[in-house]
Protein backbone atom coordinates (compact mmCIF):
# COMPACT_ATOMS: atom_id res chain seq x y z
CA UNK A 1 0.00 0.00 0.00
CA UNK A 2 1.51 3.69 -1.00
CA UNK A 3 1.94 5.71 2.26
CA UNK A 4 0.68 9.08 0.49
CA UNK A 5 -1.45 11.16 2.45
CA UNK A 6 -4.59 11.66 0.90
CA UNK A 7 -6.17 13.38 4.05
CA UNK A 8 -4.25 16.55 4.81
CA UNK A 9 -1.85 15.37 7.57
CA UNK A 10 -3.07 15.52 11.41
CA UNK A 11 -0.33 17.45 13.45
CA UNK A 12 1.49 16.06 15.96
CA UNK A 13 5.14 15.91 17.29
CA UNK A 14 7.46 15.22 14.28
CA UNK A 15 5.48 17.01 11.72
CA UNK A 16 4.72 20.67 13.91
CA UNK A 17 8.35 22.29 13.58
CA UNK A 18 10.83 21.56 11.01
CA UNK A 19 14.66 21.98 10.52
CA UNK A 20 17.52 21.57 12.65
CA UNK A 21 16.75 24.33 14.99
CA UNK A 22 13.21 23.34 15.93
CA UNK A 23 15.51 20.04 17.30
CA UNK A 24 18.19 21.20 18.62
CA UNK A 25 16.05 23.85 21.05
CA UNK A 26 13.42 22.27 21.32
CA UNK A 27 11.86 21.18 25.14
CA UNK A 28 9.33 18.72 23.82
CA UNK A 29 10.62 15.35 26.11
CA UNK A 30 9.78 12.90 22.71
CA UNK A 31 11.76 14.94 20.89
CA UNK A 32 14.80 15.00 23.09
CA UNK A 33 13.98 11.31 23.25
CA UNK A 34 14.88 10.71 19.94
CA UNK A 35 18.05 13.36 19.70
CA UNK A 36 18.83 10.70 22.84
CA UNK A 37 17.78 8.16 20.51
CA UNK A 38 20.20 8.70 17.62
CA UNK A 39 23.22 9.63 19.75
CA UNK A 40 23.09 6.56 21.52
CA UNK A 41 23.18 4.58 18.58
CA UNK A 42 25.96 6.25 17.33
CA UNK A 43 27.92 5.24 20.67
CA UNK A 44 26.48 1.90 20.39
CA UNK A 45 28.09 1.11 16.90
CA UNK A 46 31.23 2.96 18.68
CA UNK A 47 30.99 0.15 21.26
CA UNK A 48 30.36 -2.56 19.10
CA UNK A 49 33.03 -1.79 16.67
CA UNK A 50 36.03 -2.02 19.27
CA UNK A 51 33.62 -5.56 20.73
CA UNK A 52 34.14 -7.02 17.17
CA UNK A 53 37.79 -6.14 17.13
CA UNK A 54 37.93 -7.70 20.56
CA UNK A 55 36.79 -10.75 19.36
CA UNK A 56 38.97 -10.37 16.03
CA UNK A 57 41.97 -10.71 18.04
CA UNK A 58 40.60 -13.60 20.38
CA UNK A 59 40.28 -15.58 17.22
CA UNK A 60 43.72 -17.01 17.21
CA UNK A 61 45.86 -17.77 20.72
CA UNK A 62 48.83 -15.74 19.35
CA UNK A 63 48.49 -12.02 19.68
CA UNK A 64 48.18 -10.91 15.45
CA UNK A 65 45.72 -8.55 15.01
CA UNK A 66 46.71 -5.92 17.93
CA UNK A 67 49.77 -5.62 20.43
CA UNK A 68 49.05 -5.91 24.18
CA UNK A 69 48.67 -1.81 24.50
CA UNK A 70 46.61 -1.41 21.89
CA UNK A 71 44.65 -4.34 23.18
CA UNK A 72 44.22 -3.09 26.88
CA UNK A 73 42.42 0.26 24.98
CA UNK A 74 40.15 -1.74 22.86
CA UNK A 75 38.48 -3.19 26.01
CA UNK A 76 38.69 -0.62 28.18
CA UNK A 77 36.96 1.86 25.48
CA UNK A 78 34.44 -1.20 24.55
CA UNK A 79 33.75 -1.24 28.21
CA UNK A 80 33.25 3.05 28.94
CA UNK A 81 31.18 3.53 25.68
CA UNK A 82 28.85 0.66 26.34
CA UNK A 83 28.25 1.35 29.83
CA UNK A 84 28.61 5.08 30.13
CA UNK A 85 27.26 6.00 26.68
CA UNK A 86 24.81 3.57 25.77
CA UNK A 87 23.38 1.40 28.60
CA UNK A 88 23.29 4.14 31.14
CA UNK A 89 21.24 6.16 28.93
CA UNK A 90 19.50 3.80 26.57
CA UNK A 91 16.03 3.16 28.15
CA UNK A 92 15.72 5.85 30.44
CA UNK A 93 16.68 8.60 28.08
CA UNK A 94 15.00 7.28 25.29
CA UNK A 95 11.75 5.19 26.17
CA UNK A 96 11.54 6.91 29.85
CA UNK A 97 11.57 10.12 28.50
CA UNK A 98 8.90 9.42 25.99
CA UNK A 99 7.05 7.47 27.86
CA UNK A 100 7.27 8.88 31.16
CA UNK A 101 4.62 11.77 30.69
CA UNK A 102 2.59 10.24 28.26
CA UNK A 103 2.01 6.92 30.39
CA UNK A 104 0.90 9.32 33.73
CA UNK A 105 -0.99 11.82 31.32
CA UNK A 106 1.29 14.68 31.34
CA UNK A 107 1.80 17.30 28.95
CA UNK A 108 6.02 17.14 29.37
CA UNK A 109 8.51 16.43 32.16
CA UNK A 110 8.67 18.94 35.00
CA UNK A 111 11.47 20.68 33.78
CA UNK A 112 11.80 20.70 30.10
CA UNK A 113 14.68 22.67 29.48
CA UNK A 114 16.85 20.91 32.30
CA UNK A 115 16.10 17.81 30.29
CA UNK A 116 17.23 19.43 26.91
CA UNK A 117 20.21 20.45 29.28
CA UNK A 118 20.80 17.00 29.86
CA UNK A 119 20.92 15.78 26.28
CA UNK A 120 23.67 18.59 25.82
CA UNK A 121 25.55 17.14 28.82
CA UNK A 122 25.76 14.11 27.09
CA UNK A 123 26.95 15.60 23.74
CA UNK A 124 29.66 17.05 25.67
CA UNK A 125 30.94 14.52 27.40
CA UNK A 126 30.68 12.23 24.21
CA UNK A 127 32.73 14.60 21.91
CA UNK A 128 35.46 14.74 24.99
CA UNK A 129 35.31 11.16 25.01
CA UNK A 130 35.44 10.26 21.43
CA UNK A 131 38.47 13.11 21.13
CA UNK A 132 40.14 10.76 23.84
CA UNK A 133 39.59 7.65 21.68
CA UNK A 134 40.82 9.74 18.54
CA UNK A 135 43.95 11.02 20.24
CA UNK A 136 45.23 8.48 21.39
CA UNK A 137 42.61 6.32 24.14
CA UNK A 138 42.46 5.02 27.75
CA UNK A 139 43.71 1.63 28.49
CA UNK A 140 43.19 1.19 32.68
CA UNK A 141 39.63 -0.71 32.46
CA UNK A 142 36.36 0.58 32.52
CA UNK A 143 36.87 0.72 36.44
CA UNK A 144 39.75 3.34 36.63
CA UNK A 145 41.42 1.28 39.03
CA UNK A 146 43.83 2.86 41.03
CA UNK A 147 46.89 3.11 41.16
CA UNK A 148 47.05 1.96 38.01
CA UNK A 149 44.69 5.16 36.63
CA UNK A 150 46.35 8.20 39.29
CA UNK A 151 49.46 6.85 38.53
CA UNK A 152 51.06 4.57 36.28
CA UNK A 153 48.94 4.59 32.94
CA UNK A 154 50.45 6.79 30.63
CA UNK A 155 47.15 7.30 27.89
CA UNK A 156 44.40 9.63 28.39
CA UNK A 157 42.83 8.74 32.15
CA UNK A 158 41.96 12.75 32.73
CA UNK A 159 40.18 13.13 29.70
CA UNK A 160 37.79 10.13 29.58
CA UNK A 161 37.64 10.73 33.90
CA UNK A 162 35.89 13.98 32.83
CA UNK A 163 33.96 12.70 30.01
CA UNK A 164 32.34 10.44 32.49
CA UNK A 165 32.00 12.68 35.10
CA UNK A 166 30.30 15.36 32.61
CA UNK A 167 27.88 12.11 31.76
CA UNK A 168 26.96 11.86 35.07
CA UNK A 169 25.55 15.39 35.32
CA UNK A 170 23.59 14.07 32.52
CA UNK A 171 22.33 11.13 33.58
CA UNK A 172 21.61 13.21 37.18
CA UNK A 173 19.62 15.48 35.66
CA UNK A 174 17.41 12.79 34.10
CA UNK A 175 17.06 11.01 37.59
CA UNK A 176 15.49 14.39 39.43
CA UNK A 177 13.30 15.00 36.29
CA UNK A 178 11.81 11.97 36.47
CA UNK A 179 11.48 11.69 40.30
CA UNK A 180 9.80 15.37 40.43
CA UNK A 181 7.24 14.17 37.75
CA UNK A 182 6.19 11.20 38.70
CA UNK A 183 5.10 12.98 42.10
CA UNK A 184 3.55 16.20 40.59
CA UNK A 185 2.47 15.43 37.25
CA UNK A 186 0.59 12.43 37.82
CA UNK A 187 -3.42 12.64 35.80
CA UNK A 188 -6.39 12.80 37.79
CA UNK A 189 -7.04 9.20 39.13
CA UNK A 190 -3.73 8.16 38.68
CA UNK A 191 -3.13 6.96 41.97
CA UNK A 192 0.36 5.14 42.60
CA UNK A 193 -1.27 1.80 42.98
CA UNK A 194 -2.49 2.31 39.37
CA UNK A 195 0.98 3.72 38.15
CA UNK A 196 2.16 1.27 34.97
CA UNK A 197 4.86 -0.46 36.71
CA UNK A 198 7.20 1.19 33.66
CA UNK A 199 7.14 4.18 35.60
CA UNK A 200 7.71 2.47 39.03
CA UNK A 201 11.20 0.77 37.16
CA UNK A 202 11.84 4.15 36.28
CA UNK A 203 11.03 5.75 39.59
CA UNK A 204 13.57 3.32 41.30
CA UNK A 205 15.78 3.71 38.61
CA UNK A 206 15.85 7.69 39.40
CA UNK A 207 15.83 6.88 43.04
CA UNK A 208 19.99 5.55 41.77
CA UNK A 209 20.89 7.71 39.49
CA UNK A 210 20.37 10.56 42.05
CA UNK A 211 21.93 9.17 45.24
CA UNK A 212 24.50 6.96 43.51
CA UNK A 213 26.11 8.95 40.55
CA UNK A 214 27.32 11.64 42.54
CA UNK A 215 29.63 9.32 44.20
CA UNK A 216 31.09 8.30 41.09
CA UNK A 217 31.58 11.53 39.87
CA UNK A 218 33.52 12.65 43.24
CA UNK A 219 35.31 9.84 42.94
CA UNK A 220 36.57 9.86 39.39
CA UNK A 221 37.19 13.55 40.20
CA UNK A 222 39.85 12.35 43.04
CA UNK A 223 41.29 10.01 40.84
CA UNK A 224 41.92 13.37 38.19
CA UNK A 225 43.47 15.07 40.86
CA UNK A 226 45.72 12.78 42.53
CA UNK A 227 47.09 12.35 38.92
CA UNK A 228 47.07 15.56 37.90
CA UNK A 229 48.01 17.54 41.20
CA UNK A 230 49.48 14.60 43.10
CA UNK A 231 46.76 14.75 46.18
CA UNK A 232 47.65 11.54 48.22
CA UNK A 233 43.53 9.94 47.97
CA UNK A 234 44.66 5.95 46.84
CA UNK A 235 48.27 6.35 46.40
CA UNK A 236 49.84 4.41 49.43
CA UNK A 237 53.12 5.93 49.31
CA UNK A 238 51.54 9.53 50.02
CA UNK A 239 48.86 7.38 52.96
CA UNK A 240 46.17 6.76 50.40
CA UNK A 241 44.17 3.55 50.03
CA UNK A 242 44.14 2.21 46.60
CA UNK A 243 40.84 0.04 47.74
CA UNK A 244 39.20 2.92 49.11
CA UNK A 245 38.67 3.68 45.28
CA UNK A 246 37.21 0.27 44.54
CA UNK A 247 34.67 1.29 47.78
CA UNK A 248 33.88 4.17 46.29
CA UNK A 249 33.55 3.26 42.64
CA UNK A 250 31.63 0.36 42.93
CA UNK A 251 29.05 1.90 45.12
CA UNK A 252 27.93 3.38 42.18
CA UNK A 253 28.75 1.01 39.85
CA UNK A 254 27.17 -1.84 41.13
CA UNK A 255 23.62 0.07 41.66
CA UNK A 256 24.70 1.13 38.33
CA UNK A 257 24.07 -2.20 36.87
CA UNK A 258 20.30 -1.90 37.98
CA UNK A 259 20.25 1.66 35.99
CA UNK A 260 20.75 -0.52 33.37
CA UNK A 261 18.43 -3.88 33.94
CA UNK A 262 15.28 -2.11 36.02
CA UNK A 263 14.13 0.13 33.16
CA UNK A 264 14.54 -3.08 30.97
CA UNK A 265 12.43 -5.06 33.49
CA UNK A 266 10.04 -2.03 33.08
CA UNK A 267 9.22 -2.99 29.52
CA UNK A 268 9.04 -6.40 30.02
CA UNK A 269 6.15 -5.34 32.96
CA UNK A 270 4.33 -4.05 29.86
CA UNK A 271 5.04 -6.12 27.26
CA UNK A 272 4.16 -9.45 29.02
CA UNK A 273 0.77 -8.51 30.10
CA UNK A 274 -0.10 -7.08 26.69
CA UNK A 275 0.67 -10.01 24.68
CA UNK A 276 -0.88 -12.59 27.17
CA UNK A 277 -3.81 -10.64 27.80
CA UNK A 278 -3.86 -10.60 30.90
CA UNK A 279 -3.08 -8.07 33.94
CA UNK A 280 0.10 -8.80 35.64
CA UNK A 281 0.71 -11.15 38.73
CA UNK A 282 1.27 -9.53 41.76
CA UNK A 283 0.95 -5.94 40.55
CA UNK A 284 2.41 -4.77 44.10
CA UNK A 285 5.23 -7.04 44.55
CA UNK A 286 6.79 -5.92 41.30
CA UNK A 287 6.44 -2.48 42.08
CA UNK A 288 8.10 -2.89 45.75
CA UNK A 289 10.08 -5.08 43.86
CA UNK A 290 11.84 -2.20 41.96
CA UNK A 291 11.97 -0.03 44.84
CA UNK A 292 13.85 -2.96 46.73
CA UNK A 293 16.20 -3.75 44.15
CA UNK A 294 17.05 0.01 44.34
CA UNK A 295 17.74 -0.04 47.67
CA UNK A 296 19.17 -3.53 48.64
CA UNK A 297 21.33 -2.71 45.26
CA UNK A 298 23.39 -0.18 47.43
CA UNK A 299 24.29 -2.86 49.94
CA UNK A 300 26.32 -5.35 47.76
CA UNK A 301 29.12 -3.63 46.35
CA UNK A 302 31.94 -5.33 47.93
CA UNK A 303 31.45 -8.59 46.24
CA UNK A 304 33.42 -6.74 43.73
CA UNK A 305 36.27 -7.11 45.85
CA UNK A 306 36.71 -10.47 47.93
CA UNK A 307 40.60 -11.16 46.12
CA UNK A 308 41.08 -7.46 46.24
CA UNK A 309 42.75 -7.70 50.25
CA UNK A 310 39.83 -6.48 51.78
CA UNK A 311 38.80 -7.67 55.68
CA UNK A 312 37.39 -11.32 55.82
CA UNK A 313 34.45 -10.28 57.92
CA UNK A 314 33.33 -7.36 54.73
CA UNK A 315 33.62 -10.38 52.75
CA UNK A 316 31.39 -12.46 55.13
CA UNK A 317 28.92 -9.88 55.08
CA UNK A 318 28.78 -8.91 51.60
CA UNK A 319 28.46 -12.21 50.48
CA UNK A 320 25.48 -12.79 52.23
CA UNK A 321 23.97 -9.52 51.25
CA UNK A 322 24.41 -10.18 47.72
CA UNK A 323 22.30 -13.30 48.33
CA UNK A 324 19.64 -10.82 49.69
CA UNK A 325 19.60 -8.52 45.99
CA UNK A 326 18.25 -11.59 44.17
CA UNK A 327 14.69 -11.85 46.02
CA UNK A 328 13.17 -8.77 44.57
CA UNK A 329 14.78 -10.02 40.94
CA UNK A 330 13.57 -13.66 41.59
CA UNK A 331 9.91 -12.20 42.30
CA UNK A 332 9.72 -10.45 39.52
CA UNK A 333 10.49 -13.29 37.04
CA UNK A 334 7.93 -15.62 39.15
CA UNK A 335 5.56 -12.81 38.30
CA UNK A 336 6.08 -12.40 34.52
CA UNK A 337 5.87 -16.05 33.94
CA UNK A 338 2.61 -16.33 36.15
CA UNK A 339 1.28 -13.64 33.95
CA UNK A 340 1.67 -15.67 30.98
CA UNK A 341 0.07 -19.02 32.95
CA UNK A 342 -3.53 -19.47 30.94
CA UNK A 343 -2.95 -16.44 29.23
CA UNK A 344 -3.77 -15.93 25.75
CA UNK A 345 0.17 -15.47 24.20
CA UNK A 346 0.92 -14.41 20.96
CA UNK A 347 4.44 -14.49 19.82
CA UNK A 348 5.00 -10.93 18.42
CA UNK A 349 8.50 -9.24 18.19
CA UNK A 350 8.43 -7.71 21.33
CA UNK A 351 6.97 -10.73 23.57
CA UNK A 352 9.88 -12.60 21.57
CA UNK A 353 12.80 -10.12 23.07
CA UNK A 354 10.66 -10.66 26.31
CA UNK A 355 11.06 -14.11 26.15
CA UNK A 356 14.88 -13.82 25.52
CA UNK A 357 15.16 -11.59 28.32
CA UNK A 358 12.95 -13.73 30.75
CA UNK A 359 15.24 -16.49 30.19
CA UNK A 360 18.83 -14.21 29.54
CA UNK A 361 18.28 -12.26 32.67
CA UNK A 362 17.90 -15.29 34.80
CA UNK A 363 20.99 -17.27 33.13
CA UNK A 364 23.12 -14.14 34.28
CA UNK A 365 21.66 -13.59 38.21
CA UNK A 366 22.19 -17.19 38.52
CA UNK A 367 25.65 -16.51 37.50
CA UNK A 368 25.49 -13.78 39.90
CA UNK A 369 24.62 -16.03 42.72
CA UNK A 370 27.81 -18.34 41.75
CA UNK A 371 29.36 -14.88 41.97
CA UNK A 372 28.44 -14.08 45.37
CA UNK A 373 29.78 -17.18 47.41
CA UNK A 374 33.20 -16.83 48.22
CA UNK A 375 34.65 -20.06 47.53
CA UNK A 376 33.84 -19.90 43.52
CA UNK A 377 34.38 -16.36 43.38
CA UNK A 378 37.97 -16.81 44.38
CA UNK A 379 38.48 -19.74 41.45
CA UNK A 380 36.48 -17.12 38.84
CA UNK A 381 37.52 -14.02 39.94
CA UNK A 382 38.74 -12.16 36.81
CA UNK A 383 38.23 -14.96 34.31
CA UNK A 384 35.46 -15.24 31.53
CA UNK A 385 32.76 -16.53 33.89
CA UNK A 386 32.95 -13.14 35.01
CA UNK A 387 32.47 -11.60 31.71
CA UNK A 388 29.85 -14.04 30.38
CA UNK A 389 27.91 -13.28 33.69
CA UNK A 390 27.08 -9.62 33.31
CA UNK A 391 27.05 -9.67 29.16
CA UNK A 392 24.01 -12.09 29.95
CA UNK A 393 22.75 -9.08 32.45
CA UNK A 394 24.08 -6.02 30.79
CA UNK A 395 23.45 -7.70 27.27
CA UNK A 396 20.71 -10.71 27.43
CA UNK A 397 18.90 -8.53 29.58
CA UNK A 398 19.37 -4.73 29.56
CA UNK A 399 19.59 -4.62 25.73
CA UNK A 400 16.94 -7.44 24.85
CA UNK A 401 14.60 -5.19 27.08
CA UNK A 402 15.67 -1.96 24.97
CA UNK A 403 14.80 -3.72 21.51
CA UNK A 404 11.45 -5.27 23.39
CA UNK A 405 10.58 -2.16 23.97
CA UNK A 406 12.02 -0.53 21.09
CA UNK A 407 9.20 -3.16 19.04
CA UNK A 408 6.70 -2.37 21.30
CA UNK A 409 6.02 1.47 21.13
CA UNK A 410 7.99 2.21 17.62
CA UNK A 411 4.13 2.57 15.76
CA UNK A 412 3.75 5.30 18.85
CA UNK A 413 7.08 6.98 18.35
CA UNK A 414 7.39 6.72 14.37
CA UNK A 415 3.48 6.41 13.54
CA UNK A 416 4.67 3.55 11.23
CA UNK A 417 4.84 -0.35 11.72
CA UNK A 418 7.14 -2.40 11.56
CA UNK A 419 7.71 -5.34 9.23
CA UNK A 420 6.68 -8.25 11.83
CA UNK A 421 8.49 -10.60 9.74
CA UNK A 422 11.93 -9.34 10.07
CA UNK A 423 11.14 -8.16 13.53
CA UNK A 424 10.85 -11.76 14.85
CA UNK A 425 13.87 -13.16 12.53
CA UNK A 426 15.93 -10.14 14.07
CA UNK A 427 14.66 -11.48 17.42
CA UNK A 428 15.66 -14.94 16.84
CA UNK A 429 18.61 -13.85 15.31
CA UNK A 430 19.86 -11.94 18.08
CA UNK A 431 19.15 -14.81 20.98
CA UNK A 432 21.17 -16.91 18.83
CA UNK A 433 24.26 -15.04 17.90
CA UNK A 434 23.87 -14.15 22.25
CA UNK A 435 24.21 -17.09 23.36
CA UNK A 436 26.96 -18.33 21.17
CA UNK A 437 29.18 -15.42 21.79
CA UNK A 438 28.60 -15.88 25.50
CA UNK A 439 28.02 -18.80 26.59
CA UNK A 440 30.91 -20.90 25.13
CA UNK A 441 32.75 -17.93 27.74
CA UNK A 442 31.20 -18.99 30.55
CA UNK A 443 33.22 -21.96 29.78
CA UNK A 444 36.29 -20.69 29.00
CA UNK A 445 36.12 -18.48 32.26
CA UNK A 446 35.34 -21.89 34.41
CA UNK A 447 38.48 -23.95 32.98
CA UNK A 448 40.87 -20.78 33.68
CA UNK A 449 41.18 -18.25 30.85
CA UNK A 450 41.63 -14.57 32.27
CA UNK A 451 40.00 -11.39 30.63
CA UNK A 452 41.62 -8.69 29.49
CA UNK A 453 44.79 -10.48 27.95
CA UNK A 454 45.34 -10.47 24.01
CA UNK A 455 46.37 -13.84 24.01
CA UNK A 456 45.69 -17.17 25.68
CA UNK A 457 46.93 -20.85 25.71
CA UNK A 458 46.03 -22.83 22.42
CA UNK A 459 43.30 -25.31 24.24
CA UNK A 460 41.25 -22.82 24.54
CA UNK A 461 40.88 -21.91 21.06
CA UNK A 462 38.05 -23.85 19.93
CA UNK A 463 35.28 -21.73 22.55
CA UNK A 464 37.06 -18.55 21.49
CA UNK A 465 35.94 -19.48 17.65
CA UNK A 466 32.58 -20.18 18.81
CA UNK A 467 32.25 -16.69 20.71
CA UNK A 468 34.09 -14.91 17.59
CA UNK A 469 31.12 -16.71 15.34
CA UNK A 470 28.28 -15.89 17.77
CA UNK A 471 29.40 -12.12 17.73
CA UNK A 472 29.08 -11.70 14.24
CA UNK A 473 25.79 -13.23 14.12
CA UNK A 474 24.82 -10.93 17.18
CA UNK A 475 25.76 -8.42 15.42
CA UNK A 476 23.42 -8.88 12.13
CA UNK A 477 20.67 -9.45 14.30
CA UNK A 478 21.20 -5.70 15.87
CA UNK A 479 22.40 -4.17 12.23
CA UNK A 480 18.86 -5.80 11.14
CA UNK A 481 16.33 -3.14 13.12
CA UNK A 482 17.89 -0.43 12.62
CA UNK A 483 17.48 -1.09 8.71
CA UNK A 484 13.95 -1.68 9.15
CA UNK A 485 12.75 0.94 11.45
CA UNK A 486 14.45 3.62 9.10
CA UNK A 487 12.86 1.92 6.02
CA UNK A 488 9.32 1.78 8.22
CA UNK A 489 9.72 5.79 8.30
CA UNK A 490 8.98 6.14 5.34
CA UNK A 491 7.37 2.57 3.64
CA UNK A 492 6.01 1.03 6.65
CA UNK A 493 2.25 0.59 7.25
CA UNK A 494 0.74 3.74 9.35
CA UNK A 495 -0.54 2.54 12.62
CA UNK A 496 -3.18 3.62 14.15
CA UNK A 497 -3.37 4.61 17.80
CA UNK A 498 -3.29 1.41 19.44
CA UNK A 499 -1.91 -1.34 17.33
CA UNK A 500 -1.78 -3.53 20.51
CA UNK A 501 -4.69 -2.51 22.19
CA UNK A 502 -2.64 -2.22 25.18
CA UNK A 503 -3.86 -0.49 28.28
CA UNK A 504 -1.11 2.10 29.15
CA UNK A 505 -2.65 5.76 28.91
CA UNK A 506 0.50 6.25 26.08
CA UNK A 507 -2.15 4.29 23.75
CA UNK A 508 -5.13 6.44 23.97
CA UNK A 509 -3.19 9.17 22.45
CA UNK A 510 -2.66 9.71 19.04
CA UNK A 511 0.08 7.58 16.97
CA UNK A 512 2.33 9.60 16.84
CA UNK A 513 1.26 11.98 19.92
CA UNK A 514 0.83 15.76 19.91
CA UNK A 515 2.89 17.54 20.84
CA UNK A 516 1.45 18.25 24.45
CA UNK A 517 0.34 14.52 24.31
CA UNK A 518 -3.19 14.51 25.04
CA UNK A 519 -6.00 17.14 23.04
CA UNK A 520 -7.43 17.01 27.08
CA UNK A 521 -6.22 15.69 30.01
CA UNK A 522 -7.37 12.29 30.78
CA UNK A 523 -8.80 11.18 33.46
CA UNK A 524 -7.94 7.84 35.04
CA UNK A 525 -10.81 5.76 36.58
CA UNK A 526 -9.43 1.94 36.15
CA UNK A 527 -6.56 -0.21 36.95
CA UNK A 528 -3.33 -1.10 35.08
CA UNK A 529 -2.86 -3.36 32.85
CA UNK A 530 -6.96 -4.00 33.02
CA UNK A 531 -6.82 -6.17 29.89
CA UNK A 532 -9.65 -8.56 30.71
CA UNK A 533 -12.01 -5.49 29.39
CA UNK A 534 -9.84 -4.80 26.26
CA UNK A 535 -10.36 -6.09 23.17
CA UNK A 536 -7.81 -8.73 21.65
CA UNK A 537 -5.63 -7.06 18.47
CA UNK A 538 -6.46 -7.52 15.29
CA UNK A 539 -4.60 -10.31 13.85
CA UNK A 540 -0.94 -9.52 13.35
CA UNK A 541 0.14 -9.95 9.68
CA UNK A 542 3.15 -11.18 8.08
CA UNK A 543 4.56 -9.25 5.62
CA UNK A 544 5.34 -11.67 2.91
CA UNK B 1 3.61 27.00 49.71
CA UNK B 2 4.45 30.43 50.43
CA UNK B 3 7.71 30.94 49.43
CA UNK B 4 10.06 32.83 51.94
CA UNK B 5 12.45 35.45 50.87
CA UNK B 6 15.79 36.02 51.99
CA UNK B 7 17.49 39.12 52.21
CA UNK B 8 20.21 39.28 50.38
CA UNK B 9 22.78 40.50 53.27
CA UNK B 10 22.12 37.00 54.93
CA UNK B 11 23.65 35.06 51.45
CA UNK B 12 27.06 36.96 51.66
CA UNK B 13 27.27 36.79 55.60
CA UNK B 14 26.68 32.57 54.83
CA UNK B 15 29.57 33.07 51.65
CA UNK B 16 31.56 34.95 54.32
CA UNK B 17 31.82 32.43 56.92
CA UNK B 18 32.46 29.92 54.44
CA UNK B 19 35.33 31.60 52.89
CA UNK B 20 36.50 32.10 56.72
CA UNK B 21 36.01 28.49 57.23
CA UNK B 22 38.10 27.28 54.03
CA UNK B 23 40.90 29.87 55.39
CA UNK B 24 40.79 28.33 58.79
CA UNK B 25 41.14 24.60 57.40
CA UNK B 26 43.73 25.45 55.56
CA UNK B 27 45.46 27.10 58.26
CA UNK B 28 45.02 24.48 60.54
CA UNK B 29 46.60 21.87 58.07
CA UNK B 30 49.89 23.42 59.07
CA UNK B 31 49.27 22.26 62.79
CA UNK B 32 49.91 18.88 63.60
CA UNK B 33 47.55 18.16 66.01
CA UNK B 34 48.29 14.48 65.92
CA UNK B 35 44.95 12.73 65.62
CA UNK B 36 42.60 15.52 65.96
CA UNK B 37 43.93 16.44 62.17
CA UNK B 38 41.34 14.76 60.87
CA UNK B 39 38.68 15.63 63.23
CA UNK B 40 39.09 18.81 63.14
CA UNK B 41 38.82 19.34 58.98
CA UNK B 42 35.88 16.72 59.15
CA UNK B 43 34.20 18.91 61.81
CA UNK B 44 34.88 22.44 60.11
CA UNK B 45 33.99 20.80 56.58
CA UNK B 46 30.92 19.21 58.18
CA UNK B 47 29.54 23.13 58.94
CA UNK B 48 30.13 24.09 55.91
CA UNK B 49 28.42 21.56 54.02
CA UNK B 50 24.95 22.27 56.80
CA UNK B 51 25.54 26.52 56.22
CA UNK B 52 24.75 25.64 52.55
CA UNK B 53 21.87 22.90 53.17
CA UNK B 54 20.54 25.02 55.52
CA UNK B 55 20.62 28.43 53.74
CA UNK B 56 21.56 28.15 50.23
CA UNK B 57 19.68 25.29 49.74
CA UNK B 58 16.52 26.89 51.78
CA UNK B 59 15.91 24.15 53.97
CA UNK B 60 15.60 25.86 57.28
CA UNK B 61 12.68 27.78 56.14
CA UNK B 62 10.65 25.04 54.02
CA UNK B 63 8.05 22.86 55.45
CA UNK B 64 7.98 20.61 52.23
CA UNK B 65 7.64 16.61 53.45
CA UNK B 66 9.40 15.94 50.60
CA UNK B 67 12.29 18.25 51.10
CA UNK B 68 12.97 16.16 54.61
CA UNK B 69 12.63 13.28 52.72
CA UNK B 70 15.22 13.85 50.24
CA UNK B 71 17.66 15.30 53.29
CA UNK B 72 16.75 12.22 55.14
CA UNK B 73 17.40 9.71 52.57
CA UNK B 74 20.56 11.62 51.05
CA UNK B 75 22.28 11.25 54.80
CA UNK B 76 21.14 7.54 55.20
CA UNK B 77 22.68 6.77 52.23
CA UNK B 78 26.04 8.23 53.64
CA UNK B 79 25.69 6.56 56.56
CA UNK B 80 25.10 3.24 54.41
CA UNK B 81 28.65 4.18 52.26
CA UNK B 82 30.55 4.81 55.45
CA UNK B 83 28.87 2.02 57.71
CA UNK B 84 29.62 -0.91 55.63
CA UNK B 85 32.71 0.51 54.42
CA UNK B 86 33.58 0.15 58.14
CA UNK B 87 33.08 -3.70 58.13
CA UNK B 88 36.46 -3.70 55.87
CA UNK B 89 38.60 -0.76 57.86
CA UNK B 90 37.61 -1.92 61.41
CA UNK B 91 38.73 -5.65 60.26
CA UNK B 92 41.40 -5.25 57.97
CA UNK B 93 43.95 -6.39 60.41
CA UNK B 94 41.52 -9.81 60.82
CA UNK B 95 42.69 -11.53 57.16
CA UNK B 96 41.80 -11.57 54.00
CA UNK B 97 39.56 -14.03 51.89
CU1 LIG C 1 28.01 -6.07 41.57
Avoid at chain 1, 35 to 61: D, N, Q
Avoid at chain 1, 218 to 243: H, K, N, Q
Avoid at chain 1, 312 to 324: D, E, V
Avoid at chain 1, 471 to 497: E, I, Q
Wanted: one cysteine or more.
Amino acid sequence: MSSVAITPEREHYLNKEYGISSWLLTTDHKRIALLYLVSITFFFFIGGFFALLIRLELLTPAGDLVQADTYNKLFTMHGQTMIFFFLIPSIPAVLGNFLVPMMIGAKDLAFPRINLLSWYLYIIAGIIYLHCILTGGVDVGWTFYTPLSSGFSNTKVIEAGVAVFINGFSSILTGLNFVVTIHRMRAPGMTWSRLPLFIWSHYATSIIMLLGTPVLAITLLLVVFERAFGLGIFDPTRGGDPLLFQHLFWFYSHPAVYIMILPSMGVISEVVPCFSRKRIFGYHFVALASIAIAVIGFLVWAHHMFVAGMSLYAALIFSLLSYLVAVPSAIKVFNWTATMYKGSISFSTPMLYAFGFIGLFTMGGLTGLFLAALGIDVHVTDTYFVIAHFHYIMVGGAVMGYLAGMHFWWPKISGRIYPEGWGRLAALIVFIGFNLTFFPQFVLGYVGMPRRYWQYSQEFQVLNVLSTAGSTVLAVGYLLPMVYFLWSMRYGKLADDNPWNATGLEWRTASPPPTYNFDETPVVTWEAYDYENMPLPQEVTLER
Amino acid sequence: MSEHIIPTRTYYLIWISLMCLTVITAAVAFVDLGQFNTIVALSIATLKALLVVLFFMHLKYTNEKMSKVAVISALFWLVLLLALSLTDYGWRGAGAV
